[in-house]
């Protein structure tokens, strides 16, 4: 009931702040999938409540780009950009949330993962799509990022 509440509240203020045929600027948000990186050894591990203040504290770091916890019991590693190349689906092995941040016009509560996590290319500066981007690729067994200085 909570989660059809939240929906219905993000649902009613994302068309109250819509004009029609308008359209959002695009911002960095975070989209979320069921499964872990590959490989925790260039990650920082931080206490959290919850899987929310995970994504907050990768959002509060200026090129922190993927969050990922196991568990609530367990801390949020946070990646910063060039700093992990695959993240395995919880049925290929995986465990857990990982939120992957991108940079999109769609609204937070209407995010298309599937769409922002295959084939699409992001930046680390929101008017330099030029240097420092990442490009996340949907895989049999998960996601790939695959990085760029240019």
């Known amino acids: 009931m909570r989660n059809i509440l939240i929906f219905a509240l993000c649902a009613l203020a994302s068309s109250a702040a819509e ?53 609530p019991s367990e801390p949020c590693n946070l990646f910063l950009w060039n700093s992990v190349e695959k993240v395995k689906r919880n049925d290929s092995g995986g465990e857990g949330l990982t939120a992957f941040r991108v940079f999109t016009e769609q609204p937070s509560c209407k995010l298309n993962v599937a769409l922002l ?34």
């Open 19 to 71: 004009a029609p045929g308008s359209s959002h600027s695009p911002s960095f948000k975070f989209g979320t999938v069921h499964g872990e990186p590959d490989d925790y050894a260039n990650s920082t591990s931080v206490q959290v409540k919850n899987f929310k203040e995970c994504i907050e504290k990768c959002s509060a770091i200026f090129d922190c780009i993927v969050a990922s916890q196991k568990s």
């Open 117 to 150: 996590l295959n084939g699409k290319k992001y930046q680390i500066y929101s008017n330099d799509t030029q240097h420092y981007l990442w490009t996340i690729n949907a895989a049999a067994d998960g996601w790939t990022i695959k990085y760029s200085r240019s």
